[in-house]
């Protein structure tokens, strides 16, 4: 497996693949847990050569964030890749992606940006955005691999790909979750053992919103982010920010009940901001994510 840390020395690796080679990849921000492991799986058998990165990207934290506590193993990160066959591996540092003179930033619009998690992160998906596009121009991928987890960060990229004729295509896949339901995180290490347990109410809240839906189809939807609430409520070190629901594709509240939807929550549990959601496909079929098997 190559390391490769300057963007010369990547786009030069990159431009050296065969034009028959299908090329994946998958970037990370490292502390890699399964739910970035399960996409390494997936890439890999899907493609000739298998791409990732390593990047704290500083454009996607606001000044009150994480980023210098941001959880970090950046031996441990290359050790995982490299026996899931991962082939190269970038791992710039903040100048070489932002260097002195960047003045250019992908900023997107309307309620897929200003909504949920725009609200709270105000310009959060600017930099996410723009890093992504940029890494996408870097590695030129034929196929990148996201999490469902993220889901507003996927249909901004997937809109993004569309509306810049990218030539990449867009893989999302389930929320891999702990065995009690907990949806993997990096910053689930921030969390001390009373607010693990904690935070399960995420997805006993999640759970409640679905059972509303089964039970109440094209009803008001305030009849599951009221359940999700009253979970929430029941958990005396969970903070919620927000319980909605939500077009998967525009991010659009939802005034009722149906296909397709996204359940979605996020709630501060000790020193972690947590997200998750279950998403009601097209078709009325669940992706509610995938236990691991740990």
Known sequence: ??????????????????????????????FLHEGHLSLVHQ????????TSSIFVNPAQFGPHEDLASYPRDLPRDLS????LGVDIVFVPVADEIYPPDFVTYVDPTGPLVYEAEGAIRHGHFRGVATV??????????????????????????????SDFNLPV??????????????AMSSRNAYLNKKERAAATVLYKALQAGRLQFE????????????????IVETESLARLDYADVRDPD?????????????????AKVGPARLIDNFLLRADGSWDIGILANI
């Not at 840390?5 to 921000?29: L, Y």
């Not at 525009?250 to 996020?266: C, G, N, T």
């Open 250 to 266: 525009s991010f659009v509240q939802l005034k009722a009940l149906h296909a397709p939807a996204l359940l979605l929550i996020a």
């Open 132 to 161: 992504v596009l940029k890494l996408f121009q870097i590695m030129q991928p034929h196929n990148a691999y996201f999490g469902q987890k993220d889901a507003q960060q996927a249909a901004i990229i997937s809109h993004m790909i």
């Open 215 to 230: 039970a109440h189809f094209d009803a008001d939807a305030s009849l599951a982010v009221r359940a999700m609430i009253d």
């Open 169 to 182: 295509k867009l893989h999302i896949l389930s929320t891999i979750r702990e065995v009690d339901g907990l």
């Open 1 to 30: 497996m190559r390391v490769i840390t300057t963007i010369r020395e990547m786009v030069a690796e990159r431009s050296s693949c065969a034009s028959f080679q299908k090329v994946g990849f998958v970037p990370t921000m490292g």
């Open 43 to 50: 890439a890999r058998e899907e493609n000739d050569i298998l």
């Open 80 to 83: 995982l890749l490299e026996n």
